[in-house]
Structure formats: C-alpha cells, structure tokens
C-alpha cells in the first residue's frame, strides 16, 4: 500500500466531494482513488466517508484526520521539494487564514508582491472573520486580530490596531451624543459579533465595561461602516476602516474621553509549521509589511486603491 497516495487522494476527494472529481482532478480513473480509500479506511479500520448516491461527506473520524493529513502530506511534499530545487528557491503551497476587510484592504497587495517575489509559491487564502486554531483547521499561517492562543501555536504580534468609537453626525444630531459610556444603553449600537456584547472603556478613574444591545450585529467590519455612515447607530470599529470616514467628516468620534483598548494584530504558525522556509519567509514579509500600520501613514486624501485619476476627478 503507498500510504502517501492514499492519504493525498483522501485530501482530493475531501475536497472534491466524490470520487468522480477527485479522479478527473488527478487524472486518474475512479476506480483508483475507490480503491485508495477502501486501502486507507482498511488499514486505520475506520471509515472515513459517509457514501450516499449524491455526494460523500466526512465522518467525524474523517474531519478529525484532515487538517493532520493536510499536514503530513505537506511535510512530505516540502521534503521532496528540498532535496530537488536549486539553491535556495521558494516552492510549495501556502493556506493561509486572513480576515476580509483587513485582506482587501492591505494584506492582499502584501501577498500578491511576496508570491510575485516567489513565482513557484501557491496560496490558498481563506477569508473569514473568526477565530480559530491553524494546527487544527489545516493552515500554515492564521492572521488574527483576536486574543486567542492555542497550544502547538506560536504568535507573532505584528502590529497594534487601534479602534474608534464613532456615529454618523445625522445619527448624533437625532439621537444626542452620549456623555458616558453607560448611556450607550439607551443608543442604537452597531457590533462586530465575534468580539462579543460588551464594549470595554479606559477612563481617568479606571477601566468601564458596558453590556450593549445591538441594533445590528455582522461578522464584517464593511458592512458596519456602511451602517455607520447610513446613520443606524455607534459602531466601535478599527481604524484601518474608520479612518477614511472620520478624515471626511461621515462618522465622528464619540466619547473621545474614553479610550478604547488597543488589540493586536498577529501571524499564528503551528509549531510543525515553523520550520518551513516559505512559511517563514511569509511571516517575516509581514512583519516588515506591519512593523507601521500601514493605515498610520496613509495622505488624508487617499483611501487604500485610489489612484491619481481617482484624486483627480473628486478634485474637480
């Protein structure tokens, strides 16, 4: 049995979805890759696919095996990969977690210049807005703006995002302008639901939390800029989406006495990731990339992606 063929045509098929494309994908007949996971499930004796006439979906032994197989796989592709390339060139593949707005905005163009840099690099950027463990879910590299940590999970702190308190000047004109942080019950706020419901102040007299009631809750920080700007109520948001509209004058900054505690912005890395070079070598691009938040050097008249011609006609 070649242990390393079955366990790359089980990742395949995982993400296939059935053996038929995990065959025309490898170029390979069905019965092959069939035959491989019977070989796979024979030898562990453990099923790993639940098989119905439509579609074949992972039993929880299965989804408990990919990010560990992804792994395996990976070491042993990259070992191959070593022994073969010239000198000191950079290959393989990279899975990479990024949140949305914070990818689209800034890291895109970071990692579109290093894959530049290292043409043999492939990428899978998954988005989404959540915390998670890397070593657990299969990626090289998770960035995260969360205070997570988990075992078997390095950080690397990158940069720190700070974050504003901020209305709509319709919204505060309607409703008043809250003097305090525990009037903000009685306002409508705008929340990043993994964060949770309780917004943490830093005063004179010490730290204040308040327990909130969102009037809107979402997991994107654009689609909480849009309601901000709209007028629906005071969104905390991070500066690298609050800025362009605060420098306009849209959104305002609400109780500027109480300062909002800063978080981080970090890289987590498996520990049996680290060792690799393109691993590696992404993690100090983004070090550099952020050792500044970009957001902190921006011209108040530039929002990320303008061009001059942009410039030029909102100038006239």
């Known amino acids: ?98 949140p949305t707005t914070l990818a689209v905005l800034y890291l895109g163009d970071v990692l579109a210049r290093f894959q530049v840099r290292h043409p043999r690099i492939g990428m899978e950027i998954v988005l989404t807005d959540r915390a998670l463990n890397p070593a657990d879910e299969g990626f090289d590299i998770a960035i995260s703006v969360f205070g997570a940590s988990y075992g078997g999970v390095v950080d690397v702190p990158l940069c720190p995002v700070r974050r504003t308190l901020c209305a709509a000047p319709a919204y505060l004109a309607a409703r008043g302008t809250p003097r305090h942080p525990r009037e903000l019950a009685a306002h409508d706020t705008l929340n990043f639901h993994p964060v949770g419901d309780v917004w943490l102040f830093d005063s004179a007299q010490g730290p204040v939390s308040v327990a909130i009631h969102p009037r809107l809750s979402a997991n994107d920080g654009q689609v909480l800029l849009a309601a901000a700007r709209a007028g629906s109520g005071i969104a905390l948001l991070s500066n690298y989406i609050a800025r362009p509209a605060l420098r306009r004058g849209e959104l305002v900054p609400v109780l500027p006495p109480f300062t909002v505690p800063e978080i981080w912005m970090k890289a987590l890395v498996p520990e049996t990731r680290r060792h690799v070079a393109r691993v590696q070598a992404l993690v100090d691009v983004l070090i550099a990339a952020f050792s500044t938040p970009p957001w902190d050097n921006e011209p108040d008249d530039v929002e990320p992606g303008d061009g001059e011609t942009d410039n030029r006609q909102e100038r006239r």
Do not use: C, Y
């Open 1 to 98: 049995m070649d242990t390393i063929q079955n366990l790359k045509a089980f990742l395949r098929v995982a993400r296939a979805g059935s053996f038929s494309a995990a065959a025309r994908q490898a170029g390979l007949a069905t019965s092959v890759i069939a035959k491989r996971i019977d070989q796979l499930e024979a030898a562990i004796r453990t099923p790993l696919f639940v098989r119905s006439t439509r579609r074949l979906v992972l039993t929880d032994a299965g989804h408990a095996w990919l990010a560990r197989v992804r792994s395996v796989v990976s070491d042993v592709d990259d070992l191959m990969a070593a022994a073969a390339r010239p000198g000191d060139a950079l290959e393989g593949p990279l899975r990479i977690k990024a």
